[in-house]
């Protein structure tokens, strides 16, 4: 009988070696390697696989037939919306975060809206069929007519699948093929099963909704391929504790990856937010210096997002930067700008900056909302409550034009805003709202923090 062998494989990339390391050579990354027993060698010589009978041949891209699918709506519009417009049919959903942030709520009501229409099977490879009652009690989805199952063996569970055209798995990381003898949840297992849940999908028409463990740093659990394998990537972002939560969509083959969905945590279930002005935006805006708004473009959506920011006289020789939102480096450039250009010294002040609700900025049109509240931090004045500003900052002090000017500026209006400060580059695409917001374009930072913070008269007090 043929010895048994061990191989360390990569958590992180899948690279295997025969022996442990403590830094992987795949990735470079260090304590990912993890022990796994190797398949046995076969006795005999293996035999050689078969080909198939047929085999493609290339076809010209006129004559290939579009393939036209109707989405599904999940009976949750925000998530709708992150996944591009509903669901689609014969895809892989992967939803990741937190534990209990909400995955297994949120997969819960969409199976029990989906079951009114269609057979929903929800596999519970982690809990019992009558914990997950529990839940759906709690959530008011007791009369549902979705199906329970309780496994976690893939072939069995690969039985169970009759006509449903949905299924929940929860969670890949429970689930364990009977081709490996390796662990539930290890490289190798996720991976597989992954790659046999792909092609159940696309061979019987079925959609997946997979539930993904997160590590400490917040990456999915498991290799990367298992993201490649998936047709869309959801993460849920947030603090526990908070009631708000943040869907966003990091892949996506149907839909935009830049799309966010706001949910609310509460003891009756998960609810999307389609009014996010209590969550993005503070009421005391403009009594405190330091603080901006700025319409931030999430996919095909335009949010009100204020910026908050704190100066603080530094104690050590080195200020601190601390972003939240914001990429850091970014904010250190911006810095840079305003000392440069602007005047402004920020060599003895620690900088901290904060975009409200937890959301994230990564384009370049919030730099000179940026540059905003750090001017009005370092002179100590607010800017006006009803002010909007949007545009981006290059390094010789210029603002320069956005994409989706006129989208901004009417997400404005409608808010009720009265100012909207942006790049004089933009001011023929928003020319038309004259007459319904008054508009202020600017050519430098400077120009905008002159015409923010206009220089006070000096009153001459007589005694």
Wanted: with cysteine.
């Amino acid at each position: 009988m043929a010895k048994s062998k061990s191989v360390y494989v990569c958590s992180e990339c899948g690279a295997q070696s025969p022996q442990w390391l403590g830094r992987c050579p795949g990735c470079g990354k260090f304590g990912t390697l993890v022990e796994e027993i190797a398949e046995s060698p076969a006795p005999q010589k293996a035999a050689k696989r078969e080909r198939s009978g047929s085999f493609a041949r290339p076809v010209p891209l006129k004559e290939v037939r579009e393939e036209h699918f109707a989405r599904i709506p999940s009976g949750i519009a925000e998530l709708d919306v992150v996944l591009g417009g509903g669901i689609v049919p014969g895809s892989l959903v992967l939803v990741g975060g937190d534990p209990g942030i909400g995955k297994s709520t949120l997969l819960t009501e969409v199976a029990a809206h989906l079951s009114k229409t269609q057979k929903v099977l929800y596999v519970s490879a982690e809990e019992s069929c009558s914990q997950v009652k529990l839940r759906c009690t709690r959530l008011g989805l007791g009369g549902s007519s979705m199906l329970l199952l309780n496994e976690t063996c893939l072939e069995d569970i690969e039985e169970a699948i009759g006509d449903e055209t949905v299924v929940v798995i929860d969670s890949i990381q429970a689930v364990y093929t009977s081709a490996l003898s390796s662990a539930a949840g290890s490289v190798g297992q996720v991976r597989e099963c992954a790659g046999k849940l792909q092609r159940i999908a696309k061979s019987r028409g079925i959609t997946f909704f997979i539930v993904g463990h997160v590590t400490k740093e917040g990456a999915l659990a498991g290799p990367k391929v298992l993201e490649h394998i998936m047709d869309t990537v959801l993460y849920f972002e947030g603090e526990k504790e908070d009631n708000y939560k943040i869907l966003r969509a990091y892949k996506n083959r149907f839909g935009s990856v830049q799309e966010v969905g706001v949910f609310e945590m509460t003891g009756e279930g998960i609810f999307g937010v389609s009014d996010y002005s209590d969550i993005f935006l503070s009421p005391s805006r403009g009594e405190a210096a330091g603080c901006c708004v700025t319409p931030a473009e999430t996919g095909n959506r335009c949010m009100m997002v204020e910026l908050q920011t704190l100066l603080s006289k530094t104690a050590f020789g080195m200020p601190r930067r601390m972003p939240l939102g914001i990429d850091s480096n970014k904010l250190i450039v911006l810095i840079a700008v305003l000392e440069k250009r602007c005047g402004i010294p920020f060599y003895n002040q620690d900088v901290y900056l904060n975009a409200m609700g937890g959301i994230r900025l990564n384009e370049p049109a919030v730099d000179l909302s940026v540059c905003a509240a750090l001017a009005g931090a370092y002179k100590n004045r607010p800017i006006d409550a009803d002010c909007a500003v949007f545009g981006e900052v290059g390094l010789t002090g210029e603002a320069r034009g956005v994409t989706f000017a006129e989208k901004r500026v009417n997400e404005c209006v409608k808010m009720g805003f009265k100012k909207v400060v942006f790049p004089a580059k933009n001011f023929k695409s928003v020319k038309k709202f004259e007459d319904k917001i008054e508009l202020v374009p600017v050519r430098t930072v400077g120009e905008m923090i002159r015409k923010l913070f206009p220089e006070q008269k000096k009153e001459q007090a007589e005694e």
